[in-house]
């Protein structure tokens, strides 16, 4: 076993080799722009990009022209949410998300807010959940844009989003869906799911960093003005030289999924469960926090009564894990998501949150069991009137992970 152990997937994975082998020639021989139509090193690299296209697309359950290349999912939700408020205006200015969603959403939103649109933000039930009476009830005859992510990012929580875009579609809205930590984990069937648009980024899923893609439904058809102008490339939604060894890599990563990701889904389930049941074998007052039932096969979010979360991080260097979203964690702020479903401050600070991916293996599960057990013992030692009494966070699920 090699130290230290990554154990923080949603933040980022590691690159598969299979994909890098196959980004290495684009950064040599064939360094071709795919914009170039006069020679051959453009003719390969367009081709190049058109197969990683549709590779992407086979892994979406979309058609290629379809899938817009990005920069990542930050981007591929500030086009979504901007390019079709903004066309739909006259319409109407009113927008629905839910009060989990990462901040690439709830930012780009408030963006909106300043221009005039009125964003509703809905509630949560303790297990993470969005009731999908309560997302109905909220759509109004001006509603003209609606989003809720796949998967959460902090607690993997799954949510119910063929419900949501059905309703939405019924009240003649466009449904957008944050798909950045569900593509390449659980499968991801735009058409079955019944989205419009939908965000993902390949270093989510075993590809590169600085490179996602946005699905733009094109029956019945989506309609977004574009954030970038210059040069109308990507069918005029994302101007922009295109990232080639970064597209083949993604859709190298994207083939992989769909060649062996059932198997690869059902391995880091039994991963999850032998980490959580080692986890509450060990110690008292560890709640999981969000829906088991619902919830991605490698993410385990839980609180240990009586500590600090990131004491408890620092305090194991050979296991990489984290607090929270990779994006906010310079924040001292309670997880806006944990607090949303309704966990106490004090539990939403001891919380840490493991995401467990495709080159984890059975010995580092039950070495990371040991190491946390053994510092939050240490640590509830050293600050023994908070952890007193360990059990209002129950030692199996809490109310919110049902």
């Not at 980022?12 to 006069?38: K, Q």
């Not at 051959?40 to 697309?57: D, H, I, L, Y």
């Not at 069918?235 to 060649?259: E, N, Q, Y």
């Not at 010995?363 to 908070?386: C, S």
Request: glycine share 10%; charged share 25%.
């Amino acid at each position: 076993m090699k130290l230290p152990i990554y154990m923080d997937c949603h933040a980022t994975t590691p690159v598969d080799p299979r994909a890098l082998e196959a980004m290495l020639p684009f950064f040599t021989a064939e360094f071709g722009n795919a914009a170039s139509r006069s020679h051959v090193f453009g003719w390969r690299a367009a081709e190049a990009v058109e197969e990683a296209r549709t590779e992407v697309a086979r892994l979406l359950g979309a058609e290629a022209r379809e899938v817009v290349f990005t920069s990542g999912a930050t981007e591929s939700d500030n086009l979504a949410l901007k390019g079709a408020a903004r066309f739909h205006r006259a319409r109407g200015r009113h927008l629905v998300t839910c009060r989990t969603e990462h901040k690439a959403v709830l930012d780009p939103l408030k963006a909106l807010e300043r221009e005039g649109f009125e964003v509703t933000v809905l509630e949560v039930e303790p297990d993470g959940r969005l009731d999908p009476g309560r997302f109905a009830a909220a759509l109004r005859p001006d509603t003209v844009l609606a989003s809720v992510m796949h998967a959460n990012n902090e607690t993997g929580v799954i949510q119910p989003i063929a419900e949501l875009a059905a309703a939405a579609r019924a009240a003649g809205a466009l449904f957008h869906c944050d798909a950045a930590q569900s593509a390449g984990r659980i499968p991801l069937d735009v058409e079955a799911l019944g989205v419009d648009l939908a965000s993902l980024s390949a270093h989510k899923l075993y590809g590169p960093k600085g490179v996602g893609a946005l699905y733009v439904r094109r029956r019945p058809r989506a309609r977004l003005l574009p954030e970038h102008d210059g040069g109308g490339h990507e069918r005029g939604l994302r101007s922009g030289t295109l990232d080639v060894p970064g597209i083949v890599g993604f859709g190298k990563a994207a083939a992989l999924w769909r060649a062996e990701g059932e198997a690869e889904a059902a391995r880091i389930l039994a991963l999850r469960e032998r980490l959580r049941r080692g986890l509450l074998a060990d110690l008292p007052g560890v709640r999981v926090n969000g829906s088991l039932e619902h919830r991605l096969p490698g993410n385990l979010n839980v609180s240990f009564e009586g500590i600090e979360g990131e004491a408890l991080i620092l305090s194991v260097r050979e296991v990489a894990v984290s607090a929270g979203s990779a994006c906010t964690s310079a924040s001292l702020e309670p997880s806006h998501v944990l607090r949303a479903m309704g966990v106490p401050d004090d539990l939403s600070h001891a919380s840490v949150r493991f995401g467990l991916g495709r080159f984890n293996t059975e010995e580092e599960v039950d070495h990371a069991v040991r190491l946390f057990a053994a510092q939050v013992r240490r640590l509830r030692a050293l600050a023994p009137e908070a952890a007193a009494a360990p059990g209002r966070a129950a030692a199996a699920e809490g109310p919110s992970g049902r």
